[in-house]
């Protein structure tokens, strides 16, 4: 008997846990989503999340290989999550999105070790090659 149908489903669940994965997070839910949508559409392993807390409750956090993170939301905001997964030792390449930044807010999110910081609307080019660096870091080949 020939189970292939199934293997298949089988391997590709699996291969897709094997994948790093991109967390989004951000509280507007049309960003949210169409963000979500373009990674997975390029073959990348994404998960939504609609606030910092969302993210923090969802048991992904350690999983997390790249974080794209909104700059200013209810509740907790993108730097202070930035700084929560510091100090509990869950250092996650972050890259920023903003709609209303200044350059203070950009220097002090890249000195605590963001490796981006990007302007919304961001064209789906940038934020992908991005997160392809975020995700494959120079030396890490």
Not at 10 to 37: F, G, I, Q, Y
Not at 80 to 92: D, G, R
């Amino acid at each position: 008997m020939n189970n292939s149908g199934r293997g298949n489903a089988t391997d590709a669940k699996d291969k897709a846990h094997s994948e790093p994965l991109v967390a989004v997070v951000d509280d507007d839910d049309l960003m949210r989503r169409s963000t979500r949508r373009l990674l997975r559409s390029t073959g990348l392993r994404a998960e939504a999340f609609a606030s910092a807390e969302e993210f923090l409750m969802s048991g992904l956090v350690t999983e997390a290989a790249c974080l794209v993170l909104d700059l200013r939301m209810p509740g907790m905001n993108g730097p202070q999550l930035q700084q929560h997964l510091v100090e509990t030792s869950n250092p996650i390449p972050i890259i920023f999105l903003s709609a209303h930044s200044t350059a203070d807010d950009e220097r002090k999110a890249l000195a605590a070790g963001a490796v981006q910081f990007l302007q919304k609307p961001v064209s789906k080019d940038v934020l992908l090659h991005a997160i392809r660096d975020a995700l494959n870091p120079p030396g890490n080949n």
